[in-house]
């Protein structure tokens, strides 16, 4: 393979890495959001149980999974703004119930 061949390899692997990273945060992005909205559906039930009056274990515990990783960087300013705000409402919520 001559000098040309080479950088054109290289470049390919570049491009491939490049690709990959972009993809990465991509999917960084997709786990939060995803994780969001089940944090905020936690939540959901956390206020139906509390208006019926039927906060129970199966509840709280709910509210522990969905505080897991949400405040892992995304590469997005602002998603990981209100990831925090999310993450900061489930304290909360856990604190109030003596669950944290």
Known sequence: MGAAGGLRAISSL??????????????????????????????DSLKVALLDGTVDRSTLARLKVAAEGLTEATGDERLDAVMNEIDLRLSVELAKAGAA
């Open 14 to 43: 570049d491009a491939l890495l490049a690709l990959q990273g972009v993809e990465d945060l991509t999917h960084r992005k997709k786990r939060a959001v995803i994780k969001g909205r089940n944090a905020l559906d936690a939540l």
